[in-house]
């Protein structure tokens, strides 16, 4: 900061000197001259600060736009050799086109400088043709596994993007001294080599790479950035950090949870009771895809297939929950209320004695 201070004072000097030396007010007295000089050279600072804040893009268009009208304008001039020049519509003809064309061609080229953006000029020479939709895959998604499944239906578009990086995290979770995570990353290694293997999957192995940046998640930001594709993925962190920095991403959880069936309350199901929950009287079972089932009255069921009451569902960012209740015989005959009784049958109303009423009775003494 302080070499743009020294900078700017000896440039107001500079000029200021110019001014003394060179008298551009006339006169005989050198001071108004300096300080003309001084003021001129102190607008132009004001005018470099006031730029400072502008994209160099805008300002390159500016400067291009100009430059062409100025051009058009010299040319139109040139080309108006045959006019009078002493008359003075063809004078004022010729300042009108001498600064009308530039100032269009500033406002212009600062109003379309974003053409000038390095990714603009680029996409000028690309292929016309249908643009490649790249997956970047992270390594979590690969060692998952459901990735093979997804891609060998057909669903997942596009070319599969394997970064170098990526890779290289997978070898060393293979190669560690833990038998959980080396059979972890030996399972995502054969995970990449089925992918490989299946017919109509594009996959590709890119090995670019960003130095500056350490993060396995922050490079595979940078690298759909730069592709401009989407992350697949099922970390729930570099699913949230991704969007935050406007990143598509492709979650095999949320397609998981998209796709499990949907449980209204009301309806019966049928349930292995697997352990116990955590309140009184709980058990817990799960369904094929994984959701949990919280059973009430069904502690003593563990161990059996029982058919349960769907009584609520609650649906969280990490999946779905399913409640509902075992109702076995015991309780549906504790739920009869205590005042009613059940019906007699006909059999047990004929074998009952008859009574008589009080008066028959005393007759019949």
């Known amino acids: 900061m302080a070499w743009f201070f020294i900078a700017r004072v000896l440039f107001i000097a500079a000029v200021g000197y110019s001014a003394y030396q060179l008298q551009p007010l006339g006169g005989e007295e050198p001071i108004p001259n300096l300080l003309f000089g001084m003021v001129l050279g102190a607008l132009v600072i ?28 010299k040319t139109i001039g040139a080309a108006l050799y045959w006019a009078d ?44 043709g249908p643009r490649r939709r790249y997956r970047i895959l992270d390594t979590s998604v690969i060692i ?19 970064p170098q990086f990526v890779l290289k995290e997978l070898q060393f979770v293979a190669d560690s001294s833990d038998s959980m995570k080396r059979n972890r990353g030996r399972r995502g290694l054969d995970i990449l080599q089925k992918i490989q293997k299946m017919a109509g999957v594009d996959v590709m192995i890119s090995d670019v790479d960003f130095p500056d940046v350490k993060e ?36 095999i959880n949320e397609l998981a949870n998209s796709l499990k069936p ?8 049928k349930v292995f009771i697997l352990k116990e929950g955590k309140e009184y009287n709980q058990g817990v079972a799960y369904l094929d895809d994984g959701t949990m089932v919280v059973v009430d009255n069904a ?20 999946g779905k929950m399913i409640f509902g209740r075992f109702i076995d015989s015991a309780t549906a005959a504790q739920t009869v209320p205590m005042g009613s009784a059940a019906p007699e049958s006909d059999a047990a109303r004929r074998a009952r004695p008859q009574q008589l009423p009080p008066s028959a009775a005393a007759a019949g003494k």
């Open 216 to 251: 396995v998640d922050l490079k595979l930001i940078d690298l759909a950035r730069s592709l401009e594709g989407k992350i697949v993925t099922n970390d729930f962190n570099l699913n949230k950090v991704a969007q935050l920095r406007g990143v598509d991403v492709l979650n």
């Open 46 to 73: 004001a005018l470099e600060i006031r730029l400072k804040d502008i994209a160099m893009t805008h300002m390159l268009g500016s400067m291009i736009g100009g430059a062409i009208g100025l051009g058009a304008a």
């Open 262 to 269: 949907v449980v209204l309350p009301g309806e019966l199901m």
């Open 144 to 162: 998952d596994g459901r990735i093979a499944d997804i891609c060998e239906t057909g669903f997942m578009d596009g070319t599969l993007v394997i």
């Open 299 to 318: 502690r003593k069921m563990i161990g059996k297939t029982i058919d349960v009451v769907v009584t609520s569902v609650l649906q969280t960012t990490a």
């Open 85 to 128: 020049v002493n008359d003075r519509r063809v004078i004022f003809l010729h300042s009108l086109i001498l600064l009308g064309l530039p100032y269009l061609g500033l406002v212009m080229g600062g109003r379309n400088s974003e053409w000038l953006e390095p990714e603009r000029i680029v996409s000028l020479f690309r292929n016309t």
